[in-house]
């Protein structure tokens, strides 16, 4: 009996197994990129609250908290794409009521001052695959700080 020779075998199976094999690599690199994305959202949340809350005459509005947590994403955000990644959506709140620090005022310490962030997260390595499955995904950060 003529036994067939098993030299390709390996290439075969390699061929098979090699796109599970990218889609899991890839997955955990975006998945990183997610997670980092998603901190630096926080991060720019408390820089713009914290700008928010400082005593000051006058105080910040919200445009110029919006300008604080925009300048911080584009130094820290992971983006591929050519020019300045997307503006994220800043809401600010005072007291659970959105409402500007400019012209509501801070006035006591009982008073608190949120900063909400949403940045519409496009995925990065497996655009294609991934955008078509799911969407893009908001990524979403909130800080609250009392007045000083």
Known sequence: ????????????????????????????????????????????????????????????????????????????LVTFKSGSPPAPTTVVKINGAEADPATAGLVTAQDFLTVEVRYDYDFLVLPKFITQITGTKTLFASSTMRAE
Do not use: H
Not at 12 to 25: A, G, K
Not at 54 to 72: E, F, G, H, L
């Open 1 to 76: 009996m003529k036994f067939r020779s098993e030299r390709g075998a390996s290439v075969v199976e390699f061929s098979l197994v090699l796109p599970l094999l990218l889609v899991i690599i890839f997955g955990v690199v975006e998945f990183g990129f997610i997670l980092y994305n998603q901190a630096m959202i926080t991060n720019a949340s408390r820089e713009g609250a914290r700008a928010g809350i400082i005593i000051q005459t006058p105080r910040k509005s919200t445009a110029d908290i919006t300008s604080v947590v925009n300048a911080y994403l584009s130094n820290y």
